[in-house]
Every structure is written in C-alpha cells, then in structure tokens.
C-alpha cells in the first residue's frame, strides 16, 4: 500500500499516467458518478506495465555506472527522491536518518535474490506492490 501510495504521489509530475494507473487501494468504493460529470479514465488491468514504463525511463538516470542494475547507493537515491516527493506531496516530515533507515529496509526488501544489486525487474516488482 506505502509503495502504491508513494507512487502516485511522488511519480504523479513526472508521469502522470501513473497517477491514474495506480488506485489507492484503500479508499471505500465509490458510486456510480452523475450523468453530468465526465467519467473519469479507467485504471490498466496490470499496474505493473505502468511501474514497467516508468522505471524504463527513469532508470537510467539513477544507474550511475551504467552496468544495469542498482547498487544499494543508486537505489537510495532514487527512493530517498520518491520519499521526498511523497513527504512534501502529504505535507508530512520524517528525520532524515529515519529515510536513510527507511532505504536501507526498501533496499533490502527489493533486493529479492540478495544479490546485493537491485534489477528493473526486482525494482518494478517492488514499486507495484508484488505485481511485476
């Protein structure tokens, strides 16, 4: 649910494609809207395509060596962005060595084959909740 949240919030500027693709998925069910009111887009069947596009165009900007894969360094940086963004997009605060904590835990979980080294498929997996 975080993961979702944080990627609707933060990724909603630079795509705003996720914004609409990612429901969250606690709010109540809503009804039927008035005829008067245009209907809004519906979600993709697979969030995780649009987990997939984003992490295609933004990896590469976080890959500092370029060998493919996110170091735990590159994959902090890239998530203490998007935590960033959330926090400010929430209007909430967290002490920076409580993010820093909080990447390290992200790092750890994403990392699912404890290669010490984060894939795009790990990373979209991660980002969509176990969806990829």
């Known amino acids: 649910m975080f993961r979702m949240i944080l990627l609707t919030t933060a990724l909603a500027t630079s795509a705003p494609v ?18 008067a009111t245009p209907a809004t887009p519906a979600a993709p069947a697979n969030p995780a395509s649009s987990v997939a596009s984003i ?12 060998d493919g894969q996110l170091d735990q360094s590159e994959f902090s940086r890239w998530m203490v962005a998007l935590k960033t963004q959330e926090m ?18 992200a790092f750890t979980s994403a990392d699912k084959d404890k290669s010490s080294m984060v894939s795009k498929p790990e990373l979209i997996t991660y980002l969509s909740g176990g969806a990829g």
């Open 88 to 105: 400010k997009a929430t209007g909430s605060q967290l002490p920076a060595e409580q993010v820093t904590t909080w990447a390290s835990g």
């Open 18 to 35: 996720l914004a609409q693709a990612v429901p969250d998925q606690g709010a109540a069910p809503q009804s039927a809207a008035p005829a």
């Open 55 to 66: 992490v295609d165009s933004e990896f590469p900007a976080y890959d500092a060596n370029k």
